[in-house]
């Protein structure tokens, strides 16, 4: 174990959404390599609480990287320099010593800033609430068993499935789009055969709710490269795909009806 | 008062049945005239949200974090247990039963237990309806691996992240109902008070952590699920914002709380680095069909761990149990693995590990079978301990996981507040004294989507036609006065400590007094220390900010207060609880070979707590346990 010196961080303050904010600058004279970044934000804050000072904002919750509570743009980065890790399992030993460190929120519209580093996702959850989930009530669910479903597609289901909902991809994308969040919930569930009774319909409506909120997709990238749990590009392909034969199936549907 | 657990006469396997078969229902046209409160949206509580509203009544569902689906049931890594016998080896309802009431160490009630083996198997269908990508065979059927405690391979899972997937499942269904207006959600919205109006539960009182507003929510039913205490040890598992106080403040407003001393160490964490670390984390418990456990038999070993030969190794849990092995259950294998650590077997940087070695299984399965069953594992541990498990042992040792004490509930999981229940972790119901690997999963989705949509319609039906009171009345205003002083007052007592760092002085009391082991003495004297220190906190505690917007100082202030009433009585219900059973060992009662010793005569109970006003000075009640069908027995897993 050893220990960096000297580390200058930038931290974004900003008091309510409609505040202006800035960047107020602190030096951190040591911590250990074996602290997360997290823990160097704690240590921050014991600190400038014990100076009467407020508390940097920041979302936070598992630290194990699964939660999908954390976020941070680290100098210019969404979730710090390595890949496939979230800011909580970010290791000071990714850094050293006399690093200036920029610490920013998720920057995109669709996420609007409530305080210093903490942003509101909730236009997420308004996606998955528009068709995201299978419609199952409890209670009248075959054996499970009564449906095989190759490994293959069980496999591909999941590694879709992963997905933290954290954010990263938005707050990557230079459109603010929402299309690996989006694509990987639909790839997870049209994969699957329960899936396949709301298929088209689910496609739709989460494609469009998401419209309302995120920007437009043009194939970056970058959103992939900055997911946590490395979620494919593929599964915004996958969503297109399905997105544009929901368009002619329930033109059918509208003309019956 | 008496507690009475209401289990339904009948022979064991016939009680659920019985009780579903008599309980009383709400007309589908009525169920929308109902309005109930569900706190908490993890497992235990988004499923019953989901399931209430899908009946048809009016849902509030409440959650401190920004969206429903960063619950702390999405850290469970291992697998969710159910008795459905795919596997052919001779798994039954009963012996998952069986296995549970053992594991448990025989401190849990047989009605409750047999009722979550039975629904264990609806589960699964459910959830692989909702679309959970379970693991699967190349036929395209469940897969299953085993787990500690257990003979029979009974665990589903999704890769090291059934948790996850399991409450995404639970989300989804919750999120539907959002999306078509069954559920109402309140999010970033804590539980700072629960209201009681001529006995009865009348409501919640909830803070915005944004906006720092008090108000008030009225129901004819509430449900907690709100989960485990384990962060009263600082040091945990746990997430960050885990915490006690939704059910803390129900037990200060008559909720008896129950076997608080029952709190069940892990014993594969990755072990602590330095002082400042803000919490511990966990590596799946299902690593141990394939890992061995070991520390260097010489204690003064320098030779790097490769070089050491197999000759020099304890594989102590091999050793010690021989048929249970690697997989001894939790609490057995966290002891052995401290008390080898204290003789000085320990192993890292600060001798405060133990190895957990894959090479046997990666010469046998291959590195891929090993990457497949384990890869995001294997890669979180990198993350973490900076170095590679395929090529190092990982290292390991025990922390704190879940908490089997809880809110005491009867069969109906209803506290001792009528119109409040307690639902998955928040309550004691299942696990006794400890809980099996997996078994946590299966008892949040069991109480949300299979037992309390029966029993909350039996506790509505007779208040159909009724008034119930409105956020209007004096006891809702009376309790909001209170809170917006209690928030205030942390506000401005201008002291020179953080919360962060009483909790960390707190936990340090908690773990070595009553952690893995605990002795008279020992307990004795955290409750000398903890009544001072908390005295400290009310005089030197400094919260920076205000009560209005967004202060997640405060937040915490309120939660760290809580912990100490709930620490004061975890000791004394460890030292009024004289024998050792599961995971509360105490040194005093244990064998020669340091293996626990149950008091069956004096101690066969549930100590259920009740609130005097005074966190030193509670009334401990009694719940006779009593064996109809599990013979008791010392637990052997030799």
Redesign the interface.
Known sequence: MSHLTNLTLKVWRQNGPQDAGVFETHVIDQISDEASFLELLDVLNERLITEGKEAVVFDHDCREGICGTCSLMINGVAHGPKRATTTCQLHMRSFSSGDTIVIEPWRATAFPVIKDLMVDRSAFDRIVEAGGYITAPTGGAPDANLIPIPKPVADAAMDSAQCIGCGACVAACPNGAANLFTGAKIAHLNLLPQGQAERFKRTEAMVETMDEFFGSCTNHGECSAACPKEISIDVIALMNKDYRSSKFKNRKELSRG | MKVDSKIPAGVLADKWDNYKANAKLVNPNNKRKFKVIVVGTGLAGA?AA??LA?LGYQVDAFTF????????S??AQGGINAA?N?QGDGDSIHRLFMDTIKGGDFRSREGNVYRLAQVSV?I????????V??????????DNRSFGGAQVSRTFY??G?T???LL?GA???L??Q??LGGVR?F?RSELVDVVVVDGRCAGIVTRDL?TGDITSHAAHAVVLATGGYGNVFFLSTN???SNVTAAWRAHRRGAFFANPCYTQIHPTCIPQ??E????L??MSESLRNDGRVWVPKNIDEKRPVDQIPEADRDYYLERLYPSYGNLAPRDISSRAAKRLVDKGHGVG?LKNGVYLDFSAAINRLGRDVVEERYGNLF??YE??A?EDPYKTPMRIYPATHYTMGGLWVDYELATTIPGLYAAGEANFSDHGANRLGASALMQGLADG??VL?YTISNGLAPLLGKSIPGTDHPAFKEAENEVKARYSGYVHKNG?R?P??FHRELGKIIWDYCGMERSKEGLEKALGELPALYEEFKTDL????TDE?????LEKAGRVDDFFQLGMQMCQDALTREESCGAHLRVEHQTEEGEAERDDDKFCHVAAWEWTGEPMNPTRHVEELVFENAQLATRSYK
């Open positions: 499923s989901a399931t899908e974090h920004d969206s429903p689906r960063r619950a702390h999405i850290a459905k795919y609806d699964i269908d459910q959830m692989v309806a909702q679309g990508p379970f693991a699967r065979e190349y036929g395209g059927l469940l999704a890769r992240q948790g996850q997937q995404l989300y989804q269904q999120a539907r959002i999306g959600l999010n944004l997430a960050m914002n680095s330095d400042f670390q803000s919490k984390t966990l940087p890669e979180m993350r973490i900076g989507y299979f949509p020179t953080s962060d760092w400094r919260v920076t900010g917007g967004v202060n997640q100082t």
